[in-house]
């Protein structure tokens, strides 16, 4: 399955490309250099550490450039009255009575715990498009169902949410 990012996300990627290769790469390889200098490697937990870190960032680097090459790029705007990707979305439960917070993203950024819910979700297909004040049907994979209304939609973003919720 290939991931739908937003021109957004790729300049992201790119950017921790960038970091990962010119900034930590030198550093991880002098690290793993000077735990080597310390003598036998069979024993020595601080080069199997070193190398550990190094090889990590080379599998991130890789991750990274796989994802940007096979993405499906996606249009991030919408209609001023519209619930639309990086929008903040907060909505009414029925059922339960409560209202939540959630901001609308690509896959590759969900994270439930920060409020974050992706647009493949069910809750996130059902928000995508509808306006503030709709009830809205949240359809599940097992056929169950629920309803929200939409409260509020925030169509702000600050470059410091961003930053937070790095890929």
Same mark, same amino acid.
Not at 4 to 9: A, F, N, Q, R, V
Not at 14 to 26: A, D, H, M, Q
Not at 70 to 77: G, H, K
Not at 129 to 148: F, I, T
């Given at each position: @399955?290939?991931?739908?990012?937003?021109?957004?996300?790729?300049? %992201? @990627?790119?950017?921790?490309?960038?970091?990962?290769?010119?900034?930590?790469? &030198?550093?991880?390889?002098?690290?793993?250099?000077?735990?080597?200098?310390?003598?036998?490697?069979?024993?020595?937990?601080?080069?199997?550490?070193?190398?550990?870190?190094? *090889?990590?960032?080379?599998?991130?680097?890789?991750?990274?450039?796989? @994802?940007?090459?096979?993405?499906?790029?996606?249009?991030?705007?919408?209609?001023?009255?519209?619930?639309?990707?990086?929008?903040?979305?907060?909505?009414?439960?029925?059922?339960?009575?409560?209202?939540?917070?959630?901001?609308?993203?690509?896959?590759?950024?969900? *994270?439930?715990?920060?409020?974050?819910?992706?647009?493949?979700? &069910?809750?996130?297909?059902?928000?995508?498009? %509808?306006?503030?004040?709709?009830?809205?049907?949240?359809? @599940?994979?097992?056929?169950?169902?629920?309803?929200?209304?939409?409260?509020?939609?925030? %169509?702000?973003?600050?470059?410091?949410?961003?930053?937070? *919720?790095?890929?």
């Amino acid at each position: @399955m290939r991931d739908k990012l937003t021109e957004s996300d790729i300049r %992201k @990627m790119e950017e921790e490309i960038e970091y990962r290769i010119t900034e930590l790469r &030198p550093k991880l390889l002098e690290e793993l250099k000077e735990a080597r200098s310390h003598g036998d490697l069979s024993e020595n937990f601080e080069y199997h550490a070193a190398k550990r870190e190094k *090889n990590k960032n080379e599998g991130r680097i890789r991750y990274l450039e796989r @994802m940007i090459k096979s993405a499906v790029v996606i249009e991030d705007s919408s209609a001023e009255d519209e619930v639309g990707i990086n929008n903040t979305v907060t909505v009414y439960f029925v059922e339960d009575k409560e209202e939540e917070k959630y901001k609308i993203v690509t896959t590759v950024r969900t *994270n439930s715990l920060q409020g974050l819910i992706s647009i493949e979700s &069910p809750l996130g297909k059902a928000l995508l498009g %509808k306006k503030e004040g709709e009830r809205v049907e949240v359809v @599940m994979d097992n056929g169950y169902s629920y309803h929200v209304i939409i409260r509020n939609i925030d %169509k702000t973003t600050t470059d410091e949410e961003d930053e937070i *919720n790095q890929f």
